[in-house]
């Protein structure tokens, strides 16, 4: 079965991390461009007769199957160009909000309520990362008195915990505490 194009809502950097967890055999491919490796991603699938079945990310058994998901719209981008820019825009605002000590007066927002409904709004793509921090911010606030949840996709999740877990293995099992710290030198 021959698939003649990968669907264009796949970025670069999900076809690259395809490449690695089904670990298809393309050489240097953080090196090419995106057209060069959807190339050189279809070239490989058909030659290859199986993948390695992948249950932590993309949930796929098969080669079929793999290949229907590359020729489909890329399901975890529901927003278009437009609805994500207010999205990121009203992310902005409430990190602006935050970084400002708390005050609305700092704020483009007219009222409180209307600050906590954009914010519930936007806390359903927690997959961006400018909204996870935004409403991770937000949720300092002691004025706030229910938190609110950044709903992300279990493939997001999976890929931060893995992130985290990578960046302990670079420290060399060094605890990594964060924070803000004073150091004093006499």
Request: proline fraction near 3%.
């Amino acid at each position: 079965m021959m698939m003649n194009k990968i669907h264009t809502s796949h970025s670069k950097k999900e076809l690259c991390e395809i490449i690695n967890i089904f670990e298809l055999n393309i050489v240097e491919y953080l090196k090419l461009n995106k057209q060069q490796l959807c190339k050189q991603l279809l070239y490989q699938l058909s030659v290859i007769d199986q993948i390695k079945p992948d249950n932590d990310y993309y949930f796929v058994k098969d080669k079929k199957e793999l290949m229907d998901y590359l020729t489909n719209p890329d399901c975890s981008k529901v927003l278009t160009v437009k609805q994500k820019d207010e999205v990121m825009e009203l992310a902005k605002y409430i990190i602006m909000y935050s970084k400002n000590g708390f005050y609305l007066s700092h704020s483009p927002f007219l009222d409180w309520d209307e600050m906590i409904v954009k914010a519930k709004q936007i806390s359903q793509y927690g997959d961006i990362p400018s909204v996870r921090r935004a409403i991770e911010l937000l949720n300092k606030d002691p004025k706030l008195n229910e938190k609110i949840e950044v709903m992300m996709s279990s493939r997001c999740k999976k890929q931060l915990e893995r992130k985290k877990r990578q960046k302990q293995k670079y420290y060399g099992g060094l605890q990594v505490k964060e924070g803000k710290f004073t150091v004093y030198f006499d």
